[in-house]
């Protein structure tokens, strides 16, 4: 089992604080922006006896109101195509667990989500990557580099639209292409989808759930977390049409019993945030992103593209080595009392040496922390002793 590549280096951050030094975190994707304001005060305000397991599945009532949330984007499903999870990791977990026979294989665009890795070990498959590229700008690799990984044990191909942790957005042009590899193979494909609402382009954002011909090898996973600012619920969901799989997936969400009880109060609550809610982090979002990326690519040696939805990028920085360089930032670097939180970016690959030079960092804290991060980054660059230009 892999350590996670986000969270390794926290008991360094810890050590850091401990020194009077501010920790910086664009490490991690908690947003800082408020919870809405119905799930809150459904939290406050209870009005039960007795707080109960809920159904294995979750609540009918959340899962209705899902539904509905979902037809805002135009995906056709109903409450009995919603399982409700334990966050988005159980709904990659569950669906790996119900579809996958040990030894079978996934293919993967890297870099990815490196939980993913850790999901696919639990259920003893094996995990297979197609490498995409920052020059390209994490464009999905050529459909004939999809092929050639084929074999009679590929069971599925997972993409995240838009993308963690590079951001991402993959095309109508990109969607029609993985839809005809899982048509002509039999595939099922898992599409992580939890940053639908965060796409700065004006294309439309694209659904595994618009791709016509495969709706029943479609498992859609989602979440409440990103969306809400609700990290801490645990809140997910997995979304099929396949009615085999569901009854699979429901023995784990039985062997589990249930998921959070108060998670779900809170979330079936925050489906009705205002529109001036979901707005206003929209366009946070928007105003953040172009703060970071127009100051990460003005900063000598460092590169990043343009992300085109989630909070995320992927940048290079002119350093012989990212895992040791955030270390070095954490350990021994300060600038002005603080000093840069970032995820080295090799943790999201599988291929050996790829992402060496290169960090994800989260958009999600405030502009004047984002200022100061790039300050403090542009100081510690300086003062890399691996440096390489």
């Not at 908690?30 to 939290?43: I, K, S, V, W």
């Not at 499903?77 to 030894?103: H, K, R, Y």
């Not at 939980?115 to 696919?120: E, K, P």
């Not at 946070?284 to 990326?293: A, P, Q, S, T």
Request: charged content about 25%; glycine content about 6%; some cysteine.
């Amino acid at each position: 089992m892999p350590a996670s590549p986000i969270r390794k280096l926290v008991p360094l951050a810890r050590e850091a604080e401990k020194r009077g030094v501010k920790v910086i975190r664009l490490n991690i994707g908690q947003p800082d922006l408020p919870t809405p304001q119905e799930g809150l005060d459904a939290l406050k305000t209870i009005d039960r006896k007795v707080l109960e397991y809920s159904p294995s599945e979750g609540l009918l009532s959340l899962r209705e109101k899902l539904a509905d949330y979902y037809h805002r984007f135009n995906i056709n499903v109903t409450a009995n195509d919603i399982i409700v999870t334990t966050g988005g990791s159980e709904a990659v977990l569950f669906a790996f667990m119900a579809c996958l026979d040990p030894g079978d294989e996934i293919i993967i665009p890297e870099p990815a989500y490196a939980n993913y890795m850790a999901f696919a070990i639990s259920a003893g498959a094996k995990i297979v990557t197609v490498p995409s590229t920052i020059d390209e700008g994490f464009a999905l690799p050529p459909v004939a580099d999809f092929e050639k990984l084929i074999t009679p044990r590929t069971k599925g191909i997972l993409i995240c639209n838009p993308n963690n942790p590079t951001g991402y957005l993959y095309t109508q042009k990109e969607m029609n292409q993985i839809r005809d590899i899982v048509k002509k193979y039999d595939l099922f494909l898992f599409s992580d989808e939890v940053y639908r609402e965060f796409t700065y382009t004006g294309a439309p954002y694209i659904s595994a759930f618009h791709l016509p011909g495969i709706e029943e090898q479609v498992v859609l996973i989602d979440s409440v977390s990103k969306r809400y600012s609700e990290c801490g619920i645990r809140i997910g969901a997995l979304i099929t049409k396949n009615a085999e799989l569901k009854k699979n997936v429901m023995k784990f969400c039985q062997a589990r019993l249930s998921p959070p009880l108060l998670g779900q109060i809170v979330a079936e609550a925050s489906i009705d945030a205002s529109q001036e809610y979901m707005l206003m982090t929209y366009n946070e979002y928007v105003e953040r992103r172009k703060f970071l990326i127009d100051g990460l690519n003005r900063i000598p040696g460092c590169y990043s593209p343009i992300p085109m939805g989630a909070f995320y990028t992927v940048v290079s920085l002119p350093v012989d080595d990212a895992d040791k360089f955030c270390e070095w930032c954490l350990n021994e670097f300060e600038y002005e009392g603080a000093t840069v939180f970032m995820a080295p970016a090799s943790g999201f690959y599988t291929t050996p040496g790829m992402g060496k030079n290169e960090v994800r960092m989260a958009y999600v804290l405030n502009k004047d922390d984002l200022a100061q991060a790039l300050k403090t980054l542009a100081k510690a660059l300086e003062a890399y002793p691996g440096r390489t230009i």
